[in-house]
């Protein structure tokens, strides 16, 4: 599916406003289990966390030989002894990130094919939300073909992530597929604690058929999903010359990313002239470095990192992503109904 991991992800979204965004899976439809549920539940951070009323006790009239006996079993009753907590599990991370991500933040890349435009990617963070006590950020990928790409081949698919706004490790990722060849729905729990992912993937594909998938696989510490590492990766502490790993679980599979910094320029964009840095990444499956060609992404050389260019390289050709909107606003249609 991914055949760049994150990089991958232009690729396999093309997008463009003429077709209807997609909304996410119904997890219901994978059939987890109730503990799972309550695990990932994700909750709104405006309603923090719902504290638990105790029901207020019911006064019943009682006799006055009732009332004797009930303190009598006070008396009797042992002082219960205090129960010991266990210790806190110690979230992994590397350096201190100071966090630079801001709700609303949207990207909007042009996708090109062989020079011509396929289709759209917008990138959106939504307001933070909570999974099992922890600040989370919302990351919502849609990506839709041009009217005209549509004749040769739909795409309208939908991502989410939810990436931990301290540590910046991946909790959950859903994927929703609409396209000419095949329906696809996968979700993707992250058990960080336990190093598991929880994966499920429902595929209905025109020439290879159904296929339904259910396994726990085993993750390492910093396990990114293929969205989040979009946003993982512009926290890394570049300088130029050297090289990053961290993991990324796609397709069921766990994969390393190798981020090498090979230089720095003044990159023109549609926003206009902005420094950037140069990086190429790399993906290692099963010990073997995956490879169609040298690819490269360019991240603006200031603190807030913003992704301004991709070019990967597939196996026919080269997918190019184009920054053409980077803003902060709310006028974005993947933005949540208040």
Not at 10 to 22: D, K, M, R, T, V
Not at 239 to 259: A, I, L, Q
Not at 286 to 301: H, M, P
């Amino acid at each position: 599916m991914f055949k760049f991991v994150w990089i991958g992800l232009l690729f396999f979204y093309f997008g463009c406003s003429a077709i209807e965004p997609q909304t996410v899976p119904d997890e219901k439809a994978f059939g987890i289990s109730d503990s799972l549920k309550n695990q990932f539940s994700v909750v709104d951070n405006d309603n923090k966390k719902i504290a638990s009323v105790e029901p207020e006790p019911v006064i019943e009239k009682t006799t006055k030989k009732t009332k004797k006996s009930q303190v009598t079993k006070k008396k009797k009753s042992k002082q219960k002894e205090p129960v010991k907590e266990e210790p806190k599990f110690s979230w992994p991370n590397r350096w201190k990130i100071d966090p630079f991500f801001r709700e609303g933040e949207r990207y909007v890349f042009d996708i090109t094919y062989f020079g011509a435009t396929a289709g759209e990617l917008e990138l959106i963070l939504l307001p933070e939300k909570k999974i099992a006590d922890r600040k989370v950020y919302h990351i919502r990928a849609i990506a839709r073909t041009t009217s005209v790409f549509s004749l040769f081949y739909r795409m309208n698919d939908v991502a989410e992530s939810y990436l931990d706004s301290e540590t910046l490790v991946s909790h959950k990722f859903s994927l929703k597929l609409d396209e000419s060849l095949q329906q696809r729905d996968v979700l993707e729990l992250y058990d960080q604690v336990n190093n598991k992912v929880h994966y499920y993937s429902k595929l209905d594909h025109k020439k290879k058929g159904k296929k339904d998938e259910q396994k726990v696989l085993e993750s390492i510490p910093y396990t990114q999903d293929g969205l989040s590492a979009f946003y993982f990766v512009r926290t890394l502490p570049y300088e130029v010359g050297k090289t990053y790993e961290f993991p990324v679980m796609t397709n069921g599979k766990m994969r390393d990313v190798r981020v090498t910094v090979v230089g720095k320029e003044d990159l023109p964009t549609k926003i206009g002239k902005i420094p950037a840095i140069i990086i190429k990444p790399e993906v290692v499956l099963d010990g073997i470095l995956k490879t169609y060609g040298d690819s490269f992404v360019w991240l603006s050389d200031d603190f807030e990192r913003r992704i301004l260019k991709v070019d990967a390289k597939i196996k026919v050709g080269s997918v190019i992503a184009y920054l053409k909107e980077h803003s902060y606003g709310a006028g974005s249609k993947a933005l949540e109904k208040k």
